[in-house]
């Protein structure tokens, strides 16, 4: 049979040393945690595209194709597999804000160095890979 992956995007979008993350609530997934601004390519929508809007929808802001670079590819399979593109940011517009606070219960600047223990996996190992140049990597979780 052949496998059929999700794909999914997240905003990397820093301030000097710090990261944006985002408070996951009431999503079914990993609830609790820091993830990125981010969501699923919808059909027919480019990768870019998807990534536009969910920074405009999750977080109100405006952002040019131009002004955004794919920094990370991540093939992770855990429950379901998923292909994961981790995209800085160069710049934006607009002020942001939680635009989803019935399933985000912050959106809140870390140091980059410094992330508060309760990351999403997979957001965690993209931001070391990312800092480590490593432009690809894959998780294979145990689901049998």
Not at 48 to 61: F, P, S, Y
Not at 65 to 70: C, G, M, R, T, Y
Request: net charge negative.
């Amino acid at each position: 049979m052949r496998l059929q992956s999700r794909i999914a995007v997240y905003l990397l979008l820093r301030k000097s040393d710090e990261i944006l993350l985002s408070l996951r609530q009431n999503t079914g997934y990993r609830d609790g945690s820091w993830s990125m601004v981010a969501g699923h390519v919808e059909e027919g929508e480019g990768i870019i595209d998807a990534l536009i809007r969910e920074a405009k929808e999750e977080a109100d802001i405006d952002i040019k194709h131009d002004d955004l670079e794919v920094a990370h590819v991540m093939y992770y399979y855990g429950d379901r597999p998923y292909v994961h593109f981790f995209i800085i940011c160069k710049k934006y517009s607009g002020e942001i804000r939680n635009m989803e606070p019935y399933k985000c219960g912050s959106l809140k600047f870390f140091k980059e160095n410094n992330l508060p223990p309760n990351v999403v996996e997979a957001v965690k190992a993209a931001v070391e890979n990312i800092k480590n140049g490593k432009l690809f990597s894959e998780v294979i979780l145990s689901h049998g």
